[in-house]
């Protein structure tokens, strides 16, 4: 099929992976695994693409290699270290919170502020510390709000949060709940309203306030960020004008577009709403916060960097976690993925790990081979090359053939170089998709395995990857997991053609978040569709996709056009096109895009760029100031589109309707725009520029013309192919403009250069001015044209005139060379004849300058010979006639002659005293370096050197006692002579000398003990030699010869030893005399190996000829006997005689004999085996033989064992024994019934029969046997054990008894049996079935049950009683379950349902009597009338109770008289909270509706049973009592009037009736509680308005919030009175707080009517009257009440003075008001002008109360500003107030310590001129 058979993992393993966590009970299927062969292994992408449509729905997939890939690990594990990250496991799943507890405690106090009207606690104490709100809120949260938590009970995972790990307990849970309701209910809901946009408030942005009613602006409410200097942010335009901005935004660090700059409103940094990621549409409701101070630090969770390890240190590490965790024992992966999610649920406390994590590879070394890495000493080169090239190495995989990232230039980390991961136990990879939803590649190298879990769109996926697979995750596909141990694993992306989609789509995503992308999509598309390297199965994924951007690009273009921006420019050219990522694009501003394709600049802002999509977002210039900048035109880009159909013969429906899209999107007579007037097309500016721009060409240039029309065209060049003709026309334009502009340029430099003929001036090039004048036809018309040809005309004669001077045939001398060049420099046009001019003259003057320094020089071989021929080669070069060439020849002629001798005397043989010595006399002086003369006279050197050296070594060479040193001496000097190339006499006589020199050194080796021996013959030639070198008399020598002498000898008798196989005493003796002997004796390792071989056999036979074999001890292994053998073929090698051999023999003899008698033995066995037909008969003749036999092999056992030698016949008996054994045990069952635990271990023991014995006839026909008893006795309901198999299966195991060739007949008759009893059993069912259901008895259905386990095969009928009996049972149990009796007695449920349908009854006799139906007088708790019993009588329902049954005793009559009923008392208390009354059912109350879900299941019963009839009884009373409870609760709800006496008679029956009863209504007794609280509402409302004291505004407010909350009717009595109450109230309280602030603005008298209206209000407001009480109290001389102005206390009558009004500027230590202190001088004068103002003005007095005592007013003055913070900080304090004489004498008619009297502030006015500062 081309793939590999999916193979799911291991059950063991992903079985236990049921849950994605503890608390979670989703089932998660395994991923599916691949395993290539060969053949699909070698082409991963190839291989990926053929499995993506069965394994890309899981999202993720795991191959496992061929068994031949095991490539060689890359890292040398003793030298890598690597860093490492610290995870905390139980902080994976807290991840950021709602909010920060800086920002939480912000909000959470504004909220208090502006709905409750209070401030924060200090503390909230849970557990003994104080409770942090803002982790509990975010904890609740988390599981859905308080609510969810509620109704789901989560309060333990709140605790676990809250809490960190410690254990929690059921009070816990119990007390933070009280909490949470008590602290952040109401917050919940605030915040819940304020996300959901209910809670409406403005948001500060950066919206400027209009002006005030005045004129004069308002603050406004946007804020001004300042830099660090405390200035406003400036930003610089072009214009170098500065502009300051209220806000920057923190995305595009733009200033601009206030009106959507959105302000955090914690940190007051700024965002504009379409930088946000993701963006939004308006400004939020409420307050925001930015995403810093949204997510909390605490709460969040992240990866710390931790320490560098080597790898052992970090095995180390890993090995002590994982026996912290498991200890010692091997835990199964089910237990370490369990303690994983317990760890992550927080259940176990905090857990920290450590994980080697995106290690990049081209840092730290990748575990994959590569070409430049070290390669290990272990490994062999060709498996290193072969795994360097394999395409599944990673560092190869993305840039293989077919991958889109092959275009990507540079080395990006993770995506095309690999990523490598050492984890650890627990070490996890979070959740998360690739970057560019990119393919993902991840091979583990060694070490325990990774659980992955991988979630494609709504499914869950997991498996194990084992070390040596690949995991593959799909694009978008999210992946997550931990390790299971020490392991490493290396990863990196790679992107197949398939991918392409997803790549797109991961482009926007990233757009959308405004996060920056890896690399550029879009440069991606455009440079793979040029590569053309694509196959056939890309080109439609690689064309929807261009097609996609072209469309999308069309589109935003075609908009920018029509919204005005009309300029337009290309961008510059890449360097490197083929590659992406050579050269970095700029970027969007706003979503940090790569702009490849297009972007939109302005002119203000030059340094930003923004995607076509953002364009409105750069600045708030006009559109006419933006322009677009592009790479490919529109064309270009469909071009690109159409290449890819080029190369695509797959003509499918989807290319083809791509084609008709592109063909229709040229259309550019729909592209139009509004202008004035109407609408304009683009094909129709195109039409009218194109006959505008032609008539250009037909005047004289000019360059605005040029320029303008050029600058018309930046709004066509960008579109499509229907602007080729625009193109064409602009193409034009710019080679005339060009081409006149260059006509131009060239006469103004000729011109210029004309004129003023300086060097730094420039001429223009000959050629580049024929390269305009031989243009044809003329681009335009251009007057200059002429002009300049006619300058270059004269250039060209110049030209000739050079060309004629320079060529061969030219004998021109270097003076008018010269003249010739003169006139070149003084042409205004250059040209490049010049400088070969310029070169031929230079040339010229350095020839004659080197000729003549060679002719005059005189030092003996100063001139080199090159240098002679290198200048007459230039002087044929130069063809030059002058007077140094013949002088030059002449020198070159004498050269020459003697190089001729030289090389005579070098080619033959050379002599030293003939030819040599006079040669070089006779040439000594010669000037010229001749390198043949230099060789001889370096030979002639060599020669006399090498004769000197030698007659020094040659003095007295024989005496000397270093001959090695003579040897190596001589043998230079040989050397040397050897390779003289002059023939020297005294060679001969070195090679002689050396001879005999090498002849002493050998002969001192002899008697050398430190060297190594020397050889016998060795020796006897040494001495041959030195006889042929006459030197053999010579003392060395002739001692040399007794030494030979010793030798021989030695030899003659050990030739004599091996002779007659002597002992081994006698070779013992010959070794040791041959140590006096300093030769090597040729015969001597002979004698050793001799006897080295006979210890050898001697050693190696002992084994065999001990007293004990190693039978007698089990330690020692046994003997073999081919090395018996072995060791009897090499005694027959010895040459030394020995005792052992013949015992040896005999050994070998009786282990020949046991082999022998075991062997017939065996084949007696075999032969039993093949016995074939087995009856009766012959079974009980071969349980006989069998054990016969069993005794034989026991026996011979037993002798082969004590022979001690390890025979291959022991095996062979020891499994004959078994099966024949195990064949004695199967032949006894035929004569009995087995049980079944007996066969199922003959089978057992069958297993491990040996294969080719077991396959034998009788072993087979015994194996059948066996299985068919098996068979036999699993069917037989008897032994079954549980499992009921069925008839058919018994009668087909008996029909196989004809089958089997041994036959068991009373297992036979047990199968018989047994299908007759079933066959029985069936019949009673059948008769029990055709009785009626009512005539059916429970009791019978459970015996036929019974009946059926023990008897019947499984059938229909067995299952129909099972099934039915369960229905009966679960029915009961249900029942059970809803009434709450325990299971017990078969009556119990009976019982307790009886009593319910008592409790009914009871419930609706007290709704009769309530309507006055029942006559009788009852206790209405034990509904029993029993005369003897004293009965009590509720004074208000009237309601008669034995005072036995309330469990009290009155004790005087008149209290009986008084007695009410506790239900009485909670009615008429208003009380919300009760307890159980006298008549609450004690035991579990069922509900209603399930009691006729029961009644309903029983329908389907096939018995029947006597509680059904009862359910039925209590259903039918249920209702009625329903019927009269919804009567009641109805009226009451209904009630709105103000008299509760009507409501609280029926409220209490309806209360008593639903405690008796014994079956609760969900909706009726919730309708009642609700009519109890109303009741309870009204009760409390009455008794606080009937109330003596007033009742306060908090009260009022209360009641109404509370009946708000229970729904209480608007028309109601009492909520009409509080709603009133508290409108008058609310209304003079503001009254009140308004005038209280008003500094006095508001008469004295009003104050006191407004006190006096407060206090006679229905409601109490004691804050406001205290505020009101004080705000009546004047102070100082303009009496006024205290407005915050700073005041000082006089220090004598305490009254308060305010400093501007006294005139007083600093603060003195002790103060004396005026009136207290008054100048008796001045006296009169005040007094009269005193009088005057008395007659002109009145004096009121109103009832000011008197200042305070001194002490408390200063107090009151402490908890004011201080004075000195109110009094400006120049003021010298040191200086203490004055009063002038004057004021002393001024009198105070009305001075009172505690009374002042209220004057008119001008008649005070005129104190002022009596105060100075001194």
């Known amino acids: 099929m081309g793939k590999g058979r999916p193979r799911a993992v291991e059950k063991g393993v992903l079985g236990q992976s049921s849950s994605v966590s503890l608390s979670g009970s989703l089932s998660i299927p395994p991923g599916p695994v691949y395993y290539p062969s060969e053949d699909e292994f070698k082409d991963p992408l190839e291989y990926i693409y053929r499995i993506r449509p069965e394994a890309e729905p899981y999202g993720i997939c795991r191959i496992v290699p061929p068994k031949s890939w095991k490539p060689p690990f890359g890292l040398d594990l003793d030298s890598f270290t690597f860093p490492t990250k610290t995870q905390a496991i139980h902080q994976l799943q807290a991840r950021p919170a709602a909010c920060d507890s800086k920002t939480f405690d912000l909000e959470y106090n504004r909220f208090l502020d502006n709905h409750c009207g209070k401030k924060s606690k200090k503390r909230v104490v849970f557990e003994g510390e104080e409770l942090d709100l803002c982790r509990l809120f975010n904890a609740a949260k988390r599981f859905g709000g308080y609510d969810k938590v509620v109704k789901e009970k989560k309060w333990g995972e709140v605790c676990r949060f809250v809490l960190s790990g410690r254990k929690v307990s059921e009070c816990a849970k119990h007390v933070l709940c009280q909490l949470y309701r008590e602290h952040l209910y109401d917050y919940e809901d605030y915040y819940n309203r304020l996300n959901h946009g209910v809670v409406r408030s403005c948001k500060r942005g950066m919206h400027g306030e209009k002006k005030g009613e005045h004129g004069v602006e308002s603050l406004s409410s946007k804020r001004r960020r300042r830099n660090t200097d405390g ?219 990774k659980c992955w879990y991988s979630v494609p769109g709504s499914e869950a996926i997991a498996f194990e990857k084992e070390p040596g697979n690949f995991v593959i995750t799909f694009p978008r596909s999210y992946h997550g997991g931990f390790n299971f141990g020490l392991n490493c694993a290396e990863a990196v992306n790679f992107a197949p053609a398939d991918w392409l989609p997803h790549g797109g789509f991961g482009a926007e995503l990233y757009q959308l978040y405004r996060k920056a992308a890896v690399l550029s999509h879009e440069e991606l598309l455009c440079v793979v569709a040029k590569a053309n390297d694509c196959d056939s199965k890309a080109l439609p994924y690689l064309k929807k996709e261009l097609h996609r951007i072209y469309a999308k690009e069309k589109n935003c273009r075609e908009g920018l056009w029509s919204n005005g921006i009309i300029k337009s420019s290309p961008m510059s050219p890449k360097k490197c096109p083929e590659f992406v990522g050579t050269e970095e694009d700029p970027t969007c501003i706003i979503c940090q895009q790569y702009l490849f394709l297009s972007a939109v600049v302005c002119c203000c802002r030059p340094s930003a760029f923004v995607c076509l999509e953002h364009c409105k977002h750069l600045c708030e210039c006009k559109p006419n100031k933006h322009r677009l900048l592009y790479r490919h035109t529109l064309a270009e880009l469909k071009q690109l589109v159409l290449l890819i159909d080029k190369y695509n013969f797959d003509e499918t429906p989807q290319c083809r309707d791509l084609q008709r899209q592109l063909s229709c999107s040229d259309d550019s007579n729909a592209l139009t725009k509004k202008v004035k007037g109407g609408h304009v097309s683009l094909a129709k500016l195109a039409e009218e520029w194109i006959l505008r721009s032609s008539k250009i060409f037909q005047i004289p240039f000019s360059r605005d013309a040029y320029v303008n029309a050029l600058k018309e065209t930046e709004q066509f060049l960008w579109a499509g192919s229907e602007m080729d003709a625009v193109r064409a026309v602009a193409k034009n334009l710019i080679e005339a403009q060009n081409w006149a502009e260059g006509i131009k340029d060239c006469l103004y430099k000729i011109e210029s250069w004309s004129c003023n003929r300086s060097h730094n001036l420039e001429k223009v090039d000959l050629e580049h001015v024929n390269n305009f004048l031989n243009l044809n036809p003329l681009p335009c018309i251009e007057p200059g044209h002429l002009k300049l040809k006619g300058y270059a005309e004269e250039a060209m004669i110049l030209v000739q005139e050079i060309d004629s001077a320079l060529s061969t045939s030219s004998k021109s001398s270097i003076p008018e060379l010269e003249q010739l060049y003169s006139r070149a420099c003084e042409v205004p046009i250059y040209v490049k004849e010049m400088e070969k001019l310029m070169a031929r003259i230079s040339a010229l003057k350095v020839w004659v300058d080197n000729v003549k320094k060679c002719i005059l020089e005189k030092c003996p071989a100063a001139i080199e010979v090159d240098v002679l021929y290198r200048l007459k080669s230039e002087m044929l070069e130069l063809q030059v006639q002058l007077p140094e060439v013949e002088m030059l020849m002449d020198l070159l002629r004498q050269v020459e002659s003697c190089q001729a001798r030289c090389n005579e005397i070098l080619n033959g043989p050379i002599n030293l005293k003939q030819n040599v010595e006079v040669l070089l006399q006779e040439l000594e002086s010669i000037t010229v370096n001749i390198p043949e003369l230099k060789l001889l006279r370096q030979y002639h050197g060599d020669a006399v050197s090498w004769i000197s050296h030698f007659n020094d070594v040659h003095v007295n060479i024989h005496e000397r006692e270093d001959q090695e040193n003579v040897v190596d001496e001589l043998q230079c000097i040989l050397k040397q002579g050897l390779l003289l190339r002059i023939q020297v006499d005294e060679l001969p006589l070195v090679e002689v000398e050396l001879k005999k020199a090498y002849c002493r050194k050998e002969a001192l080796k002899v008697f050398n003990a430190r060297r190594t021996k020397m050889t016998l013959f060795s020796i006897q030639q040494l001495m041959e030699e030195a006889a042929m070198l006459r030197i053999e008399g010579e003392q060395l020598f002739v001692d040399v010869s007794g030494v030979l002498a010793a030798a021989m000898h030695w030899e003659e008798r050990a030739a004599h030893i091996f002779a007659t196989e002597a002992q081994m005493s006698d070779f013992e003796d010959v070794i040791r005399t041959s140590k006096d002997i300093h030769v090597i004796l040729p015969s001597l390792d002979d004698v050793k190996d001799a006897i080295s071989m006979a210890k050898s056999w001697l050693k190696n036979s002992k084994p065999f000829l001990g007293s004990s074999f190693p039978a007698a001890h089990p330690s020692c292994s046994l003997l073999k006997v081919e090395a018996l053998k072995e060791l009897v073929s090499q005694s027959k090698l010895l040459k030394i005689s020995l005792e052992e051999r ?201 015996q036929l049950k019974e009946l059926g386990k023990d008897d019947a095969f499984s059938c229909c009928e067995l299952d129909m009683v099972l099934s039915e009996t369960e229905k009966v049972e679960k029915w009961k149990l249900h029942c059970m379950d809803i009434v709450g009796h325990p299971v017990g007695d078969v009556n119990s449920l009976l019982d307790a349902l009886v009593k319910i349908k008592h409790t009914l009854d009871r419930s609706l006799y007290i709704y009769k009597k309530a309507r006055g139906c029942n006559p009788r007088d009852p206790c209405i708790h034990c509904f029993s009338d029993i005369k003897d019993q004293e009965l009590l009588t509720c004074s208000i329902c009237k309601d008669c109770y034995h005072l036995q049954c309330l469990g009290a005793t009155l004790g005087h009559q008149s209290d009986a008289k008084a007695y009410v009923c506790s239900y009485c008392q909670f009615i008429g208390s208003g009380s919300i909270s009760r307890n159980g009354g006298a008549l609450r059912f004690g035991g579990k109350r069922p509900e209603l509706n399930m009691l006729i879900e029961l009644l309903s299941d029983a329908e389907g019963l096939c018995v029947g049973i006597e509680e059904r009839d009862v359910v039925q009884q209590l259903v039918e009373l249920a209702i009625a009592c329903k019927d009269c409870l919804t009567e009641l609760t109805d009226f009451t709800l209904a009630y709105l009037n103000r008299d509760l006496s009507i409501i609280s008679e029926k409220l209490t029956t309806a209360l008593k009736a639903v405690e008796m009863a014994g079956v609760y209504y969900n909706h009726g007794n919730n309708r009642l509680e609700l009519a109890l609280a109303r009741n309870s509402w009204r009760v409390r409302v009455n008794k606080l308005l009937e109330d003596s004291q007033k009742p306060l505004i908090q009260h009022i407010q209360k009641f109404l919030k509370e009946g708000l909350a229970i729904s209480i009717p608007p028309e109601d009595h009492f909520w009409q009175k509080l709603t009133e109450l508290k409108c008058i109230g609310l209304q003079w309280a503001e009254n009140a707080k308004k005038v209280s602030m008003d500094s006095g603005a508001l008469g004295l008298d009003e104050v006191c009517e407004l006190i006096t209206q407060g206090e006679n209000l229905p409601v109490h407001f004691e804050k ?151």
């Open 1142 to 1342: 013949t015992m040896i023999h005999s050994v070998l003899k009786n282990c020949l004999e046991w082999e022998h008698d075991s062997c017939s033995l065996l084949e007696e066995v075999d032969c039993l085996f093949n016995t074939n037909n087995i009856d009766n008969a012959l079974i009980n003749g071969l349980i006989p033989k069998i054990e016969h036999l069993v005794t034989m092999i026991e026996s011979i056992l037993e002798t082969g064992l004590s022979l001690g030698f390890d025979f291959d016949e022991i095996p062979k008996l020891q499994n004959a024994r078994s099966i024949l054994q195990w064949c004695n045990k199967a032949l006894s069952f035929c004569s009995v019934a087995p049980a079944l635990p007996g066969i199922e271990s003959l089978m057992e023991n069958a297993e491990h029969l040996p294969v080719t014995c077991a396959s034998s006839a009788l072993c087979s026909s015994l194996i059948d046997g066996v299985k068919w008893l098996k068979k036999a006795s699993e069917v037989i309901p008897v032994s079954c054990n549980g499992k009921i198999c069925k008839l058919s299966d018994a009668e087909e195991v008996l029909s196989e008894v004809q089958r089997i060739k041994v036959s068991f007949p009373l297992m036979v008759g047990q199968l018989l049996k047994a299908i007759e009893k079933h066959k029985l059993w069936k019949e009673q069912i059948l008769i029990f079935f055709g009785l009626k259901t009512e005539e059916r008895s429970w009791s019978k259905l459970l």
């Open 1664 to 1814: 406001e009257l205290k505020l009101l009480r004080a705000r009546s109290m004047l102070y100082c001389i303009c009496r006024k009440p205290y407005d915050q102005r700073a005041m000082i206390a006089c220090d004598q009558c305490d009254e308060w003075y305010h400093f501007d009004c006294i005139k007083l500027s600093s603060e003195p230590k002790i103060y004396i008001c005026p009136a207290c202190k008054p100048h008796t001088g001045e006296l009169s004068v005040l007094l009269s002008v005193n009088k005057e103002r008395s007659t002109g003005a009145k004096y009121g007095e109103p009832q000011t109360p008197s200042p305070p005592h001194t002490e408390s007013r200063r107090k009151n003055i402490e908890a004011k500003p201080s004075l000195k913070q109110m009094m400006p900080a120049a003021m010298d304090h040191g200086n203490i107030l004055r009063y002038s004489d004057g004021i002393d004498c001024l009198f105070w008619r009305n001075r009172k310590p505690f009374r002042r009297v209220a004057k008119r502030r001008a008649e005070v006015e005129s104190l002022s001129p009596f105060f100075h500062i001194q």
């Open 231 to 449: 200035e406003k942010v400036k930003v610089c335009k072009v214009e170098e004008k500065e502009e300051e901005f209220d806000q920057i935004c923190e995305q595009c660090e733009s200033g601009l577009h206030g009106e959507v700059m959105l302000l955090c409103d914690r940190c007051n940094k700024g965002w504009h709403i379409y930088c946000l990621a993701p963006p939004l549409k308006r400004i939020p409701p409420g307050n925001w916060y930015c995403l810093d101070c949204l997510n909390s630090d605490k709460d969040s969770f992240g990866f710390v960097p931790g320490k560098r390890f080597s790898l052992e240190a970090f095995r180390r590490v890993a090995d002590r976690a994982k026996r912290k965790w498991f200890g010692s024992v091997s835990p199964s992966r089910m237990q370490i993925e369990k303690k994983f999610w317990e760890i992550v649920e927080g259940l176990v406390g905090e857990v920290e790990v450590k994980y080697g994590s995106d290690l990049d590879t081209s840092v730290y070394g990748s575990g994959f081979p590569r070409v430049n890495d070290k390669k290990p000493e272990s490994v062999e080169d060709e498996i290193w090359d072969k795994y360097c090239a394999s395409p599944w190495n990673l560092n190869n995989l993305p840039k293989l053939q077919g991958s889109m990232l092959r275009a990507v230039h540079h080395n990006i980390a993770g995506v095309m170089v690999p990523w490598l991961y050492v984890g650890m136990l627990f070490s996890s990879f979070c959740w998360h998709f690739e970057d560019h939803c990119f393919y993902s590649m991840n091979y583990l190298h060694w070490g325990e395995p």
